[in-house]
T-cell receptor, first 114, second 114 residues
Framework: AQTVTQSQPEMSVQEAETVTLSCTYDTSESDYYLFWYKQPPSRQMILVIRQEAYKQQNATENRFSVNFQKAAKSFSLKISDSQLGDAAMYFCAYKNGSARQLTFGSGTQLTVLP | GAGVSQSPSNKVTEKGKDVELRCDPISGHTALYWYRQSLGQGLEFLIYFQGNSAPDKSGLPSDRFSAERTGGSVSTLTIQRTQQEDSAVYLC????????????FGNGTRLTVT
């Protein structure tokens, strides 16, 4: 079974600084997809960024980028120029090519300090 | 509406009672998911519907849990004879059902069993 591990239950960052959230996963599949979701206090999960495993280039969405290390099975999220609105719980998620459900990590609670 | 709608937002029930949670997916989305999020935990997969295919019920924790999706649209998650350990946020999501298509989540139903 696939597992997703987020080893940082809580992180904090100063406004305008950069923070990196860690995620590792365990799989024997070669075809899979990785995602980062953000969950603010409103509870609604919002997609932040996604990455196809067959793509070597790291995905980037504005201030959000990933460091995808396939051999190490690592998928970290970097948030640049952190803003107060970035404060939320962040979940890393995995989906293999044939399955349809996402497997989520336990989350990292990010606090942004003014 | 434009997003996934869940009702009720909050539900308090007595132990032993049955509850029904409703999910209205985004129009045109063929896939629908139910996840459970216990306090401070990640998301636990419950059940997945895709078009007219038989649902993937592999995540349902016991036979007290069931779900249906009528007409390929609205879904209802039913919990019979609720227990205190059923207290959690129940999240519904929908997508186009392809591997890379993101899940769009509702705001969830917070269930409290007293």
């Amino acid at each position: 079974a696939q597992t997703v591990t987020q080893s940082q239950p809580e992180m904090s960052v100063q406004e305008a600084e950069t923070v990196t959230l860690s995620c590792t996963y365990d799989t024997s599949e070669s075809d899979y997809y990785l995602f980062w979701y953000k969950q603010p206090p409103s509870r609604q999960m919002i997609l932040v960024i996604r990455q196809e495993a067959y793509k070597q280039q790291n995905a980037t969405e504005n201030r959000f980028s990933v460091n995808f290390q396939k051999a190490a099975k690592s998928f970290s999220l970097k948030i640049s120029d952190s803003q107060l609105g970035d404060a939320a719980m962040y979940f890393c998620a995995y989906k293999n090519g044939s399955a349809r459900q996402l497997t989520f990590g336990s989350g990292t609670q990010l606090t942004v300090l003014p | 509406g434009a997003g996934v709608s869940q009702s009720p937002s909050n539900k308090v029930t007595e132990k032993g009672k049955d509850v029904e949670l409703r999910c209205d997916p985004i129009s045109g989305h063929t896939a629908l998911y139910w996840y459970r999020q216990s306090l401070g935990q990640g998301l636990e997969f419950l059940i997945y519907f895709q078009g007219n295919s038989a649902p993937d019920k592999s995540g349902l924790p016991s036979d007290r849990f069931s779900a249906e999706r009528t007409g390929g649209s609205v879904s209802t998650l039913t919990i019979q004879r609720t227990q205190q350990e059923d207290s959690a946020v129940y999240l519904c999501a929908s997508s186009y059902g392809t591997p890379l298509s993101p899940l769009h989540f509702g705001n969830g139903t917070r269930l409290t069993v007293t």
